[in-house]
């Protein structure tokens, strides 16, 4: 038995994490790549309904050290989804998974092994700031990587990564066009750095010209990188191969993973998981409320989510609104039809701007914690926010709906995104009825004073 230490959470390896019989004499981390030019060797197939080779990415990750515990398996329902689960039954507590470090494709190691891009930062500062190098640095890694072909020690990993992605760098235009004003936001911002790579590369000397004007491959290293990286404290991105398969569920996850004393990382179960389950991961907190922003990232329906953000969009921020929860994240519509009472606080708080003495006395309760005289607000003037909230909500119903009839007269062909689009705008539909049916009964009572 090999105890790791992760975090205050002792893990006992069980033999099934003894180590492999053959270990490569040469881990990736150290393997310079020894071309930086386009290889001739086989490359990755891209297309679109290649085959994800999961096989030989169980071969090759077994060859490096990977292991995994007793009934730990990948698995897939429709062949393009693959995803790990247990066929055994594992207690909290169990180590599912161990990748040793030197798996990682990391962006701190790109920026040492091709060295500082100062051109290429200088335009992504521009454009973007420096807080996207990490993301650059690590597209480059994964762009050279594919480059060399079966040269490349992560060929294996790539080949098993998917070849169609949905999120907001994959989406045309006409797609923007359809989701409501947040999700094409966040998909838009999603394209934007995207693009932001793509240009930086021009820089880059060591990559060639014809692969720089790749435009589908560019978009599919740049998707690999955003939907499978993690973002460390610092800045920094890390893909961990294998680790990498497991999916988001807001409604409860039952893996989380820790680094041990070399670096090396450890999934371990936070619950007692049946046999037959899958087994999921948190992309973290921000994703657990925001299924718009999940679905411009990372390309799926989150229909796990219990909430949506409230949607207003039309609110000035400022320091006083952040502090009484003017957030994506604390502004919220549940499908049980409840609202966040940040929701209330925020619409009280503008309709007090007619009397600044009264918007800062309840300003002052909410910060405070003073309940009495913050409930006592609500209470005085409930009506004229649940009117307010009520405009709000069939106007956005009005929207999506029209959102609706405009995707209808769109080619799918086209645009095969848009049924995905479609399932998002529906979830907010469903939201915002829930919610609706809860607050008209209220709206109606206060109409009648």
Request: net charge negative.
């Amino acid at each position: 038995m090999l105890a790791l230490l992760c975090g205050s959470l002792t893990i006992s390896f069980s033999s099934a994490f003894s180590p492999p019989a053959r270990l490569p004499s040469e881990p990736p981390t150290q393997i310079i790549s020894r071309s930086r030019t386009a290889s001739f060797q086989t490359k990755v197939d891209l297309s679109e309904f290649a085959v994800r080779d999961v096989s030989a990415l169980q071969d090759w990750a077994y060859n490096y050290g990977v292991q995994q515990m007793d009934g730990f398996e990948l698995t897939s329902d429709d062949g393009l989804d693959v995803y790990p689960r247990t066929n055994v039954d594992a207690p909290a507590g169990s180590s599912v998974l161990y990748v040793p470090a030197n798996l990682f494709l990391t962006s701190y190691s790109a920026r040492e092994e091709f060295g500082v891009q100062q051109e290429a930062e200088k335009l992504i500062g521009a454009l973007a700031g420096s807080d996207q190098f990490p993301l650059f640095y690590l597209f480059l890694k994964v762009l050279n990587e594919y480059n060399l072909g079966e040269e490349s020690p992560w060929y294996p990993w790539l080949s098993s990564l998917p070849r169609v992605f949905n999120n907001g760098a994959s989406m045309t235009p006409t797609c923007y066009d359809c989701l409501p004003p947040l999700a094409a936001k966040f998909s838009m911002q999603e394209r934007v750095r995207c693009i932001n790579c793509r240009q930086a590369l021009k820089d880059v000397d060591f990559i060639d010209d014809s692969t720089k004007k790749n435009e589908d491959l560019l978009k599919w290293v740049y998707n690999v990188v955003e939907t499978r990286s993690i973002e460390m404290d610092g800045g920094e991105r890390v893909i961990i191969p294998m680790f990498d398969m497991f999916n988001h569920c807001s409604a409860g996850h039952e893996i989380e993973m820790s680094f041990d004393e070399s670096g090396s990382a450890v999934a371990y179960t936070t619950v007692d998981v049946p046999a037959g389950s899958p087994l999921h991961v948190s992309y973290g907190n921000y994703y657990l409320t925001n299924p718009s922003a999940t679905f411009a990232k990372y390309g799926f329906i989150d229909e796990s989510c219990p909430s949506t953000f409230c949607k207003m969009m039309d609110i000035i921020p400022s320091t006083e609104l952040r502090d009484i929860g003017l957030s994506f994240s604390r502004m919220l519509f549940y499908n049980t039809g409840e609202v966040s009472e940040e929701v209330y606080d925020v619409l009280l708080y503008q309709i007090l701007s007619e009397s600044k003495q009264a918007q800062k006395e309840f300003y002052n309760a909410c910060v405070n914690g003073d309940y009495e005289t913050k409930q006592a607000y609500h209470n005085e003037y409930m009506g004229k926010t649940i009117a307010k909230l009520k405009d709000h909500v069939d106007k956005f119903l009005k929207d999506l709906q029209s959102l609706s009839d405009k995707t209808m007269t769109k080619d799918v062909n086209e645009h095969p995104r848009l049924p995905l689009i479609m399932a998002h705008n529906e979830l907010c539909y469903n939201i915002f009825m829930s919610v609706k049916s809860n607050i008209d009964p209220i709206a109606q009572q206060y109409s009648q004073y």
